[in-house]
């Protein structure tokens, strides 16, 4: 726009100077079409690339083979800049609605070795190389996300998962899975100067079918669990109850040894304190004999 208002004044300008009639009425005005034209050329000339972007110069058709970095630049004015981020970017791929880049279903189906179809949820952050972002404009294209980002991202999932099988997805071998798919990714688009940071495997969701045998085996795996840990509750109180029971069996034999006849003749009459003393009292026991045998005598009032 610059370049054509500038042509515009200076077409003026020659005109005004080879015009007498104009020449006569302001000496003054062709010098200032021609200031007017060169401030616009020089604006003309300016550009401006943001922060977190680098600027390709393309001119008459051909790409500059270096990039502009962040802020102000002067270049020829029939140029263009062609701006691209260098700043990390996240592509998104997952079965939830407005949630990828790609609006609706997008997880990726991918089959297991055993034959499986599985269905991931994937995110990738990765950015441009800014000193070779003018080869990718100039070789692929501003629409290099859609032409080398995504199908290298789906290849590489592919390549992996099908040397695992779902158990492996699910269990500790899910962090070695997602390194291995981004140890291959980073390979792939090194040669497209785009730099892989990380990839991240979100979700995992199998047919009906696998998931409920996972859930079942699972279950199954629980329970088990649950039984080991009441047997070995069960062991630990047998053998809590056999050393009680060789306790009072040592104990019996430390008391047996060390009863004697007075002992229990004094211990008798104390229980029959007791039982005189007891207000709902009906029986007396009457002295023993030798042989400690208690002769009962039933009052008159009893039964």
Request: net charge positive.
């Amino acid at each position: 726009m610059l370049i054509f208002l500038f042509f515009i004044f200076l077409v003026i300008g020659i005109g005004m100077m080879f015009s007498k009639e104009v020449a006569m009425r302001s000496r003054l005005a062709p010098a200032g079409v021609l200031v007017l034209s060169f401030i616009f050329l020089i604006a003309s000339m300016v550009r401006l690339v943001g922060p977190g972007q680098v600027g390709v110069v393309v001119l008459f058709g051909k790409v500059r083979e270096s990039t502009l970095k962040s802020g102000l630049h002067l270049v020829n004015p029939f140029a263009s800049i062609e701006k691209m981020t260098v700043r990390t970017q996240s592509y998104t791929m997952s079965a939830k609605a407005r949630e990828g880049v790609v609006r609706g279903d997008d997880a990726i189906g991918v089959l297991t070795s055993e034959g499986l179809m599985v269905r991931l949820d994937v995110t990738v952050w990765y950015h441009l190389v800014g000193d070779r972002a003018w080869l990718v404009y100039r070789d692929v294209g501003p629409g290099y996300v859609d032409k080398i980002v995504r199908p290298s991202i789906k290849t590489a999932i592919r390549n992996i998962i099908s040397n695992y099988k779902v158990a492996d997805i699910y269990s500790k071998n899910r962090e070695k899975i997602s390194l291995a798919i981004q140890d291959g990714l980073e390979k792939d688009l090194r040669d497209r100067d785009i730099v892989v940071e990380k990839f991240l495997m979100r979700d995992v969701n199998l047919p009906a079918m696998v998931a409920d045998k996972i859930n079942e085996k699972m279950a199954a795996k629980q329970e088990a669990e649950r039984m080991e840990f009441v047997l070995q509750k069960e062991k630990k109180e047998a053998e809590r109850k056999k050393v009680e029971a060789g306790g009072i069996s040592a104990a019996n034999q430390v008391i047996a040894k060390s009863l004697s006849s007075k002992y229990l003749q004094w211990y008798y009459i104390k229980t029959l304190q007791g039982l005189v003393n007891s207000p709902n009292n009906t029986i007396i026991v009457t002295p023993f004999d030798q042989k400690l045998t208690p002769l009962l005598n039933i009052p008159s009032g009893g039964k």
